[in-house]
């Protein structure tokens, strides 16, 4: 095995001779355990042990030996450093006793040392001792590399005979060659092993191999002077190794310049490691860096590649390409390479299923394609920006941009070893014909041309003149970012690693193509995507990056010299439509369809994909499937148009499914379709992200007739549905930042929102539309007339009622964003969209429910499923028994005989989670089944309301946003493997609503309940105040920190976040917001206000119940707010009513209708007493709830449970009660604090196990609060309130929970009850 290479070529060398064995042990044994021992204390010093001076001491003890009465000198490597040394003549000057070599590793070992002296040891007190320690480390190293150096010279020169001195050199170069791999010029250690070793040592090579040897001396970190001259032989001087002279630039601070170029040795040494699959250790060397020590700015101490990427060193982002970085991607240039290449290293995000070669071509092509380039742009750009005031900085700062992009490993190699972007352009010149005879390619040329003019314009203050070269330096380090993307794009079949480089190329170039056209960019985002780029228009990947860049290259705004990427490809010829048309204007307003609507922008490219669906359908009416199959898979009709209006593409509409897992992740309908289709993130056994393209083609691929007829039908209702609403949030996201946004880009961005609303309109209706017309269109225009014949009395020439409401919309939308410039008025601007576009996604569904209910009164099982599959996945978050029970008899199985009438009762039950109506959805006409009336409903889990329905039901869906958050949270984590997205959008969610009204409403988002100001009104508020240190919005505190992963959440994984945003949500928010709501409602009363004050108590319920639980009496076991947790905890601590409700529901449902006939009554005194009695019994589900997860908790450390553990809820919960319980008994809730909240997300066992300890505070602090405690009740034997405990009861209650509950519901869905059993 390699790694017992010590002990394979020792035993070996044995057999040759015993002192070749022994010098063996010493040069491989014994220098790499001392190497060993130097690393163990540099980790022990980061560690802050005080013992770790016992490996420096060890490490000493190896080099020196144990000297003995005949051997003064140890006979370790001490003694083979004098012994060889003075053959070199390095004795120094200063103390002949010793040699050169031995002095400075000697010194360096006691400068280790007294860092670990008794009376200071600075690991334990002074946390950047370490860095002191490594560049001593590092020294050491250094300085015996060159003994090895020294050694392999010796055995090369010294006179010995011939067999003899092949055996010593092949022994010292077994030694020393290792150490110059890690220089990265891999070619020229093949050529000297081959000499030295494969080929055995020939004299007559020795003046090449010292010459080779030599070009190495640099890197490895000692010079000539170090080495010295053999007896009489010249050695080299340092000036030979050409410090001073990169490629033909020459760095007016040698010294320094060469330092920072080596910074590609760490490239090196990242890769390398990464290829053995160590990765923690070239994650150390990434982040905390090895090869630049700065020693002229103590500050900064060691440099690394990451602290490149956080400008640590000069900070400067004043310029272009940053900024286009950071309105690209929203982040800057620095955090997406880390972003990256921690990915990689961790394997994690879009990396997680990538092989080990993949993950380590993307982190060395993040290297050289982003950080190599914006690190070097940064300093020539602060060069630029110093030349006036201060020169010498300049000058130092635009010699380190040319190191940034050359490095050390370039200069005097003529091979493409390099690590840095220079070298890109070299490895790259072949495939493209721009290889050069010097410098490797024509733009390396052409740069090391730029950079001397820059170095001379800064010496002589020519300001003005540098400003203009950096144009022409950016302008060439874009060709070997191309160049590089166009490569692995072409070899993306052939090379298994390049799908990832390529991706990481992509991301190098994108900022630029889009600032050329958005067009060309986001095919380029799509194709190059990995782990699989989107190759949907029927092109290869390299065809699809072709068309793009020809676009952008050939844009008279661009900078780039086109001619410079590639002599072997005609990309840079003048693009020629076939029918040689005239370019279109893509700023030309679009009369869609004789004036349906009128777009700001140009759209026919995108109305024009109603042909494709028209030729899919000709052609599955001529039974020619294939054709149909080349249309839908490739596109025929919907052209794509680069910025300046040229053709580079042509639109599919299998692209809208299976581009969608990338391009909609971050949208609100695309998380509810996904998440409800999802079978184990399936979809009829393939990706539910590209569920449409998967039934489609099933379609396609069906025998049946009754099966392949419905394609178009299915291309309209899956693919260009969801395409529209993807365009409106698109709209919206773009109507947002172009308020938020720089000012650069807010023009772009409200433009942008403008496109996306036309886009959606194009989609909708179609090219060739007429108004009314169900027979001329092909889009969903059409399909919505066509269908609304069955459900309204439409009079000639009339347009459907739903039709003229959506078009309505889409007209406000238009008005908002493009005429009135309503997208950057004011920050909040944008809200007004939201809700123009919250209201167009659920009227677009109408015509899809008017479908399927027409296909199920005529028993039309195709359509029936196709239409369940088209809308039924929009209901998903709204009441799971209810979709998950249409899903089974709609969508997993096929139609059959169904009681229609139920099915419709079940989907009408969940019309008011969408804002949905019986009015706007309608009855078919001639058949009653789907008749309803809006007026009749007026109960939340058998709660009568009093006041205005809509108003309650608007506030009730508190509960859908909670559930809507959490879909987006589990999708993150499970289907797009990227949770911090999902962690936005949900973020999103919380601020501004899902479905929750956000203007012109009494109920804003839950984080206005979160924040309100009329908490004043809650006695208890005070409270809470004391308790969370005078922040008034706790609990939005501890939510903004939950979803960006700050304070205790910096160190919680993504399920324990989701988790606990679930749970504040649900309870701590609405435990709040429902006291506010009474208390209100009192002060109403006492000022005569009774309408407000019986608004204010339904509001209350609302809150307490959701609109999940449905009308029926008791709910549906469906819900997530308090009352669920009531009728949850009920069945673990026997305090459910004998309706299967739990008896604190029961009391509490009871006081809000006394509080009802209190208000009526005017009794506002009475009120007042019913409000503090629905106070204190709200209580009781959260101090159950507390109880529970300690209990649970406990059981998970002692091993008696299979379950994860309830440490967020208990988090949270706790919390929810902790102030109240602070009031009453602040021991008690020290008590509680210490096992629930102390520690998160990391508690440990004895703290976080102590059950008992939160059962007997909650006990003793009951008794100062108004809290009935019989209502809490007993959990395994154990009551809350009489002090009887049975320790072995409780350790017993969990393993009995889930039987208990399910013998309590035995009538329920399994599915349902086993839901309930925790407190998730």
């Known amino acids: 095995p390699a790694h017992h290479y010590a002990d394979t070529i020792t035993s070996d060398a044995f057999k040759t001779s015993v002192e070749l064995g022994c010098q063996s042990i010493k040069i491989l044994n014994i220098w790499m355990w001392f190497a060993h021992k130097l690393n163990e204390a540099v980790k022990g010093c980061d560690k802050g042990r005080s013992d770790a001076y016992t490996s420096i001491d060890e490490a000493a003890a190896l080099w020196l030996g144990n000297p003995t009465p005949s051997n003064d000198v140890g006979g370790l490597l001490f003694e083979m450093t004098e012994s060889i040394g003075r053959m070199f003549n390095s004795v120094d000057e200063d103390n002949s006793e010793m040699v050169h070599l031995n002095r400075q590793i000697i010194n360096r070992l006691l400068f280790a040392q007294e860092i670990f002296s008794d009376d200071k040891n600075r690991c334990a007190s002074d ?65 000297l092993y081959d000499m030295l070793v494969i080929k055995k ?97 103590a500050e900064y101490g060691f440099v690394s590649l990451y602290d490149l990427t956080q400008s640590a060193t000069i900070g400067y982002d004043d310029f272009t390409t940053y900024k286009l970085f950071q309105d690209y991607f929203q982040q800057s240039p620095g955090d997406l390479a880390d972003e990256t290449i921690t990915n990689a290293l961790d394997q994690q995000s879009n990396f997680v299923n990538a092989s080990g070669p993949q993950r380590l071509e993307a982190v060395k092509t993040v290297i050289s394609n982003i950080i190599s380039y914006v690190s070097s742009l940064e300093a020539f750009h602060f060069a630029v920006d110093q030349c006036n005031s201060n020169s010498e900085t300049a000058i130092t700062a635009w010699d380190g941009g040319v190191a940034l992009i050359i490095g050390s490993i370039e200069s005097g190699s003529p091979n493409n070893d390099g690590y840095f972007l220079y070298a890109t352009s070299k490895a790259m010149c072949d495939d493209f014909a721009t290889c050069a005879e010097e410098n490797g390619s024509y733009a390396n040329n052409q740069l090391i041309q730029r950079f001397t003019q820059g170095q001379k314009q800064i010496t002589e203050k020519s300001c003005s003149n540098v400003q203009q070269t950096l144009e022409a330096i950016e302008s060439l380090l874009a060709i070997p970012l191309i160049q590089s993307m166009l490569y692995y794009a072409d070899k993306d079949s052939q090379i298994e690693t390049a799908g990832a480089a390529g991706y990481v190329s992509s991301l190098a170039v994108l900022p630029i193509i889009d600032s050329l056209d958005t067009e060309s960019s986001n095919m380029v985002e799509n194709a190059m995507s990995f782990p699989s780029g989107s190759q949907t228009s029927g ?137 409800g289709l999802s079978d184990e993130n399936d979809f009829l056994g393939k990706s539910v992200l590209n569920y ?69 309109a194009a989609y909708w209706i179609g ?335 609302a809150y307490l119940i959701g609109s999940i639980e449905g009308e029926e009496d008791g709910g549906s076991y469906d819900g997530n707010l308090i009352y669920m947790l009531a009728k949850r905890m009920c069945v673990h601590f026997g305090t459910c009513a004998a309706t299967n409700n739990a008896q604190v529901n029961e009391h509490i449902i009871s006081l809000f209708y006394a509080g009802q006939g209190e208000v009526e009554a005017g009794a506002c005194g009475s009120l007042s007493k019913t409000v503090n009695k629905i106070d204190a019994a709200l209580l009781v589900p959260l101090i159950q709830g507390v109880i529970f997860a300690s209990l649970e908790n406990e059981l998970y450390f002692e091993a008696r449970t299979t379950s994860e553990g309830l440490f967020p809820e208990g988090y949270v919960l706790s919390q929810s009660i902790l102030p109240i319980i602070n009031d009453a008994l602040p021991s008690a809730a020290k008590d509680i604090q210490s096992v629930m909240v102390d520690g998160f997300p990391n508690q440990t066992s004895p703290a976080a196990a102590n059950h008992m300890k939160v059962i007997l505070a909650i006990r003793d602090a009951l008794r100062y609060t108004a809290v009935d405690c019989d209502q809490v009740g007993s959990i395994a034997g154990v009551n809350v309130c009489t002090g009887a405990f049975d320790a072995s009861e409780v350790r017993k209650s969990t393993s009995r929970s889930a039987s208990l509950f399910l013998s309590a519901f035995p009538t329920l869905a399994a599915t349902t009850a086993l839901a309930l059993v925790t407190l998730r």
């Not at 001259?229 to 190794?241: M, V």
């Open 201 to 297: 040592f020939d004299e007559a090579d020795t003046d090449d191999v010292l010459n080779a040897i030599q070009n190495f001396y640099n890197c490895l970190g000692f010079t000539c002077d170090d080495i010295g001259n053999y007896g009489l032989r010249p050695g080299c001087t340092d000036s030979d190794l050409s410090l001073d002279n990169m490629m033909g630039y020459s760095p007016v601070n040698s010294t320094k310049t060469n330092m920072l170029a080596k910074l590609d040795l760490d490239a090196v040494a990242i890769v390398q490691l990464m290829s053995i699959e160590n990765y923690d250790l070239a994650r150390d060397i990434y982040v905390n860096g090895y090869s630049y020590y700065d020693y002229d700015n």
């Open 539 to 675: 092109q290869s990947k390299i065809e699809i990056i072709y068309g793009a860049l020809k676009s952008v290259l050939t844009d008279p705004s661009s900078f780039i010299d086109c001619e410079l990427i590639s002599n072997a490809h005609p990309l840079c010829d003048d693009i020629q439509d076939p029918n040689n048309a005239i370019p279109v204007d893509v700023d030309e307003p679009t009369t869609i369809s004789h004036g349906l609507y009128i777009a700001k922008n140009y759209v026919d490219d995108r109305s024009a994909i109603a042909k494709d669906v028209e030729e899919i359908q000709d052609f599955v009416d001529s039974k020619d499937i294939e054709g149909a199959k080349l249309v839908y898979k490739h596109g025929s009709n919907s052209k794509i148009y680069s910025k300046n209006g040229m053709p580079i593409g042509i639109r599919s509409i299998s692209s809208f499914s299976l581009q969608a897992g990338s391009e909609m992740q971050k949208d609100p309908t695309y998380n509810m379709f996904v998440y």
């Open 767 to 1101: 090219d060739n539309q007429s108004t009314g017309s169900s027979s001329q269109g092909h889009l969903l225009y059409a399909l919505t007339e066509k269908i609304g014949e069955q459900f309204e009395n439409i009079s000639a020439g009339s347009q459907s009622a739903v039709n003229s409401r959506i078009i309505d919309l889409f007209n406000q939308a238009k008005n908002h964003i493009a005429i009135t410039n309503g997208c950057s008025t004011s920050q909040d601007a944008h809200l007004e969209l939201r809700s123009i576009v919250g209201n167009l996604i659920p009227m677009m569904a109408v015509p899809l429910l008017r479908c399927l209910y027409y296909y199920l009164s005529i028993g039309d099982a195709e359509r029936v499923k196709l239409y369940a599959i088209s809308v039924l996945p929009v209901f998903s978050h709204c009441s799971p028994s209810s979709y998950l029970e249409l899903k089974n008899d709609l969508i997993d199985h096929d139609f059959n005989e169904v009681d229609k009438e139920y099915i419709f009762f079940k989907i009408r039950s969940m019309y008011d989670c969408l804002g949905l109506s019986c009015d706007v959805v309608g009855s078919l006409l001639g058949d009653d089944f789907a008749f309803c009336d809006d007026s009749s409903m007026k109960a939340l889990a058998g709660y009568f309301f009093r006041t205005d329905r809509s108003g309650v039901i608007e506030a009730s869906r508190i509960d859908v946003d909670t559930r809507a958050i959490d879909i987006f949270i589990n999708n993150g984590m499970y289907l797009f493997q990227d949770s911090e997205v999902a962690f936005a959008a949900s973020f999103e969610c919380y601020k501004y609503g899902h479905n929750i009204a956000v203007t012109g409403s009494n109920h804003g988002p839950l984080q206005s309940l979160a924040t309100s100001s009329d908490r004043d009104v809650v006695p208890a508020f005070s409270a809470f105040r004391r308790y969370f240190k005078d922040d008034d919005d706790y609990a939005d505190s501890i939510l903004v920190d939950a979803f960006i992963g700050n304070g205790v959440f910096e160190n919680a994984n993504a399920d324990e976040r989701r988790r606990a945003i679930a749970f504040i949500l649900r309870y701590m928010v609405t435990h709040m917001s429902i006291q506010e709501k009474i208390h209100t409602a009192v002060e109403y009363c006492k000022s005569n206000d009774f309408d407000n004050a019986a608004s204010a108590l339904d509001s209350a319920v």
């Open 127 to 191: 946390p950047d001792t370490v860095d002191d320690l490594r560049i001593i480390v590092k020294e050491i190293f250094s300085f015996t590399s060159a003994v090895l150096a020294q050694g392999l010279i010796h055995s090369m020169l010294d006179q010995r005979d011939e067999k003899e001195k092949r055996e010593y050199v092949e022994l010292f170069s077994f030694a020393f060659l290792p150490l110059l791999n890690t220089c990265g010029r891999g070619e020229e250690f093949d050529i």
């Open 692 to 760: 449409a393209d998967t039934f489609v083609n099933s379609l396609f691929e069906s025998s049946e007739r009754r099966w392949t007829s419905l394609a178009s039908e299915a291309v309209v209702a899956l693919h260009i549905w969801m395409q529209v609403a993807h365009k409106l949030h698109a709209a919206y996201d773009a109507c947002k930042l172009s308020k938020n946004a720089s000012e650069r880009r807010s023009v772009i961005e409200s433009s942008d929102a403008s496109l996306f609303l036309d886009e959606a």
